[in-house]
């Protein structure tokens, strides 16, 4: 290996400077040649640039910015529509009623609600039946009344109603087997006795009822219509031969609902 051994070095920070090493000055004479053939040569790398981002174009926000500034109006849209969601409203039942739908049946078909009369009371009816002398009530008639009036949609003061205007409540002419008068004929009026299909309270009350809603709907009403307009389509569709038997039955039914409410 060579020695250099350097006893004297002149350094000259003048304006001069050797080629090859620049910022360095001026080295003595034997220094300059010998000690820039053993330096290693420096690789040469790529000039590294920290030059800061540019803003967008017009001065605005960067990307980043823009993202987080429109995030923060949707989260304060959002609240808003969940703050202002209108509240559902509770549907109320027409007629302000709490009888529940009950399966129609015969003509009725479909699905019915029941328009009860507020006096249709089972042991209230029953009472003014004893007061009339009347053994219907025994026979359970209120209870039975208000069953197959829910069944058809018929009310159960108008079935008493008809049993006071045929047979004074059972007490006259065909009595408690036939006190509605169904399935008595003006040919053979004891045939609402004789024939199981119609006699005696229960199926008085279950064919009334049935009946009475068939001819209802024949003679162009409904339950929902007004009692006198009802018994005035079951008479033309053919209930009686009596053409005023509907306003006999009309002046019936305001004498029981007066007096069991």
């Known amino acids: 290996m060579d020695t250099l051994n350097i006893t004297n070095i002149n350094i000259n920070l003048g304006p001069q400077q050797p080629a090859g090493f ?7 004479s034997g220094f300059d040649t010998l ?3 053993r330096l290693p040569q420096p690789t040469a790398l790529a000039p590294i640039s920290y030059a800061p981002a540019s803003a967008p174009p017009g001065g605005g926000l960067d990307a980043t910015a823009q993202m987080a500034q429109i995030t923060t109006q949707l989260m304060k849209m959002l609240l808003k529509l969940m703050k202002n969601k209108p509240k559902k409203k509770k549907k109320k039942a027409k007629g ?3 009888a529940s739908q009950t399966p129609g049946a015969g003509a009725t078909g479909g699905t019915t609600v029941p328009r009860l009369a507020s006096t249709a009371d089972g042991q209230a009816i029953d009472k003014y039946l004893s ?10 008639f209120g209870e039975l009344a208000i069953k197959y009036g829910q069944q058809y949609d018929v009310d ?7 049993a006071g205007h045929e047979t004074r409540f059972g007490t006259t002419g065909v009595g408690l087997n036939g006190l509605l008068g169904v399935g008595a004929y003006d040919s053979d009026p004891n045939n609402s006795t004789r024939n199981s299909k119609f006699s005696g309270v229960e199926q008085q009350l279950k ?18 219509d007004p009692i006198e307009k009802q018994t005035a389509a079951v008479n033309k569709a053919g209930w009686a031969s009596d053409p005023n038997w509907h306003n006999g039955v009309d002046r019936m039914y305001k004498q029981v609902t007066q007096a069991v409410g």
């Open 35 to 37: 000690a820039l053939q």
């Open 96 to 98: 302000g009623g709490k």
């Open 22 to 28: 620049p910022g360095l000055g001026s080295f003595g």
């Open 156 to 162: 159960p003061m108008i079935l008493l109603a008809i």
């Open 131 to 140: 007061k009339q002398g009347s053994k219907a009530g025994n026979a359970q």
């Open 207 to 224: 064919v009334g009822a049935e009946t009475f809603a068939n001819l209802r709907k024949k003679g162009g009403a409904s339950a929902s």
